[in-house]
């Protein structure tokens, strides 16, 4: 069993962690954390630190229920947990996205906490345009669509102008002139 000296030092190191992050966050009671994640992609992730009686828990959502190619969008995250340091993807009861994981009471440290905070944003951050792409590419052109007949900026779609577009033709030479 785990000791209330144990909780405390989990606590507190929680809370020296994401401060010397530099990192916003609420400290809801004792050993429980809403940390904010700060991306380029996905512009935030909000993530729990939750210390339980044996284990640290690590929750963070990533985006919400596929609309389309669901089989692809899951084949996608269980390829990645492969590669994923200390938490992985899941999705809960509606089937919105999360990346979780679970740490031994004992096994937490600073530097460990740093790691797993830093895998969550990579994951979160890095993925989301490409869950996008596959979940939502319908929804991404029905919005594009939507703007551009009213005149509405385009800027936050950027990233997936590939998907409204249609790619160039290929002139021949093109790819061997000088």
Known sequence: MSTGSEHSRVDELIRST????????????????????PGTKKLQTNCWLIAREHSLAVEAFVCRRPDEAHEDVYRFLLRRNAKLY????????????????????DTVTEPELDKVLGQVLEAADGD????????????????WDWR???????????????????????TPGSLTSD
């Not at 994401?18 to 994640?37: E, M, S």
């Not at 899941?90 to 031994?104: A, K």
């Not at 551009?148 to 290929?170: D, I, M, T, W, Y």
Request: charge should be negative.
């Open 18 to 37: 994401v401060d010397a992050a530099g990192l916003d966050y609420h400290r809801r009671r004792a050993g429980v954390y809403f940390v904010t994640l």
């Open 86 to 105: 200390g938490v992985h993807y899941t999705i809960d009861s509606v089937g919105d996205i999360y990346l979780v994981g679970r740490f031994g009471l």
């Open 128 to 143: 989301f345009n490409t869950l996008l792409e596959i979940g939502f590419a319908t929804s991404i052109r029905r919005e």
């Open 148 to 170: 551009v007949s009213r005149g509405e900026s385009l800027a936050n779609l950027k990233a997936f102008e590939h998907l409204v577009r249609p790619e160039q033709e290929h």
